[in-house]
């Protein structure tokens, strides 16, 4: 019994889902993002992230600071539909086991500040946010992975003696995973429409990870409990482990201005990152979670195309493309190189000064992930989705702005159908389905 439903014990690792960009990268680094969301060839505060070399252009010499804080929210569904061994001679049984698991991930506060020095031709900048992750993640009943290999595995190892209906099974699992990314760098204005950045990001990561499962008799079963060599607890497992690594992201960009038309790019370098167990408890029997034990997690490189174009003096639009390196950043088991293709994502956003006062914004993402049904699983998966975005700037005055927005994301479920479910010998399917929304709110302030 203890054999088979270490495997599901092995995958309780859970990725906190990020709530724009990649799998281990948050775009939305600042408000201005969530309000218009395609801000790759920006020229204000908010491009000491999204366009660095942008710095080289903007409006005001000085120093800037930008500080913003966001609320996200997010569900992480799935609906299990998967046959289990219950008749007589261990045959399959005729009606599946069906049930849905929901996970909610949170994140009250997710700070962030950008702040940029500009002196003539020079412009230099910093950043500290939180690049990836930023949550934490709850699965209170468990995962359906854990109770079907916890049904086959004691159906099995009991010889068919103790079914579904004579047992609980109980389950849960939470995990927290917090980036932390401190950025400095320094623009160059070469001509009067060239500008270039050289620059870097110092990553911490931080995560922790508590989970369980526990099988026992129902108690009008306990005769049957003389018979075990535990008595009445079939499966009782648990997993307490903390993780961190850090590593360095070169990033270097190029913004070239042409009257009303604005192109940007920025590429940030593949971070080579590993996390290490500091482990409190791993009664799971696998090594893998022992103290000590390195795991890969490296962030994978970024490509970022933009440009924008000003159309009236109160009226901008901008169209952006991003690209994430996903098939060549190690991942344990090398789960990488399971994905079709990186991350692409496309994204388009207006921007319009209704009045001096006063600027409304909206935006529009799309974002395509390349899964496969490899990569996909119950403690870590992602959906292909859209995400919509609108808010506010209200310049209070010439040095003064606060920006407030809101971004909304829509996933497209993700059927995963396997001959062996989790690995029991019966198929079985599970349906994958996420939410996820953020508020944001942030000041702007020239010195």
């Known amino acids: 019994m203890k054999k088979i439903t270490l495997i599901a014990i092995l995958c309780m690792i859970v990725v906190i889902p990020t709530f724009a960009g990649g799998y ?9 993002f969530l309000r218009m969301v395609a801000r790759g060839a920006s020229t204000e505060i908010d491009a000491v992230y999204s366009n660095p070399a942008g710095l080289g252009f903007m409006a005001n010499e000085g120093f800037h600071i930008s500080l913003n804080g966001q609320s996200a ?20 049984a005729t009606t599946p086991f069906n049930r849905h698991f929901k996970g909610t991930a949170s994140a009250p506060f997710i700070p962030s500040v950008q702040a940029a020095y500009k002196m003539g031709k020079w412009a230099f900048s910093g950043s500290f946010a939180v690049t990836g992750g930023g949550g934490k993640a709850s699965f209170d009943q468990g995962l359906p992975m854990f109770y079907a290999l916890t049904m086959a595995g004691i159906y099995s190892q009991s010889k068919g003696l103790i079914k579904p209906g004579m047992y609980d ?78 590593g360095v992201t070169p990033i270097i960009g190029f913004d ?23 482990t409190k408890e791993n009664t799971t029997g696998m090594p893998a979670y022992d103290h000590g034990v390195n795991t890969p997690n490296d962030i994978p ?16 639009a901008s169209v952006e493309y991003h690209h994430f390196f996903d098939k060549n950043a190690g991942m344990a088991d090398d789960k990488q190189k399971t994905l079709k293709h990186g991350t692409h994502e496309y994204l388009a956003g207006i921007e319009w000064d209704v009045i001096k006062l006063l600027t409304l914004s909206g935006g529009f993402q799309y974002t395509d992930y390349g899964l496969s049904d490899a990569f996909q699983g119950d403690t870590s998966f992602s959906c292909d989705s ?23 994301t829509n996933y497209k479920d993700y059927t995963k159908n396997e001959a062996s479910y989790s690995g029991t010998g019966l198929p079985g399917t599970n349906v994958y389905s996420r939410t996820n929304k953020v508020f944001g709110v942030g000041v702007d302030y020239r010195f």
């Open 24 to 32: 281990l990268t948050n775009t939305n680094q600042n408000i201005a």
């Open 73 to 92: 929210y997010q569900t992480r569904e799935i609906t299990a539909d998967f046959l289990t061994y219950t008749t007589e001679g261990g045959k399959p």
């Open 169 to 246: 099974v109980k389950s849960a699992m939470d995990g927290t995973q917090y980036i932390f990314g401190l950025q400095l760098g320094a623009t160059y204005r070469v001509l009067d429409w060239l500008s270039v950045f050289a620059g870097g990001r110092m990553n911490y990561v931080s995560a922790g990870y508590k989970g369980y499962v526990k099988a026992t008799l129902d108690p009008k079963f306990d005769a049957m409990a003389q018979l075990l060599p535990n008595g009445s607890t079939l499966v009782d497992m648990a997993l307490d482990v903390d993780q961190s690594g850090w």
């Open 256 to 278: 070239a201005k042409f009257g009303n038309f604005n192109f940007a790019t920025k590429y940030e370098f593949q971070t080579h990152l590993n996390i290490e167990n500091k």
């Open 301 to 316: 490189a970024f490509l970022s195309i933009a440009a924008n174009y000003k159309f009236l003096p109160n009226l901008n």
């Open 386 to 408: 859209y995400s919509l975005g609108f808010g506010a700037k209200f310049n209070v005055n010439s040095k003064l702005g606060i920006n407030v927005a809101y971004f909304w």
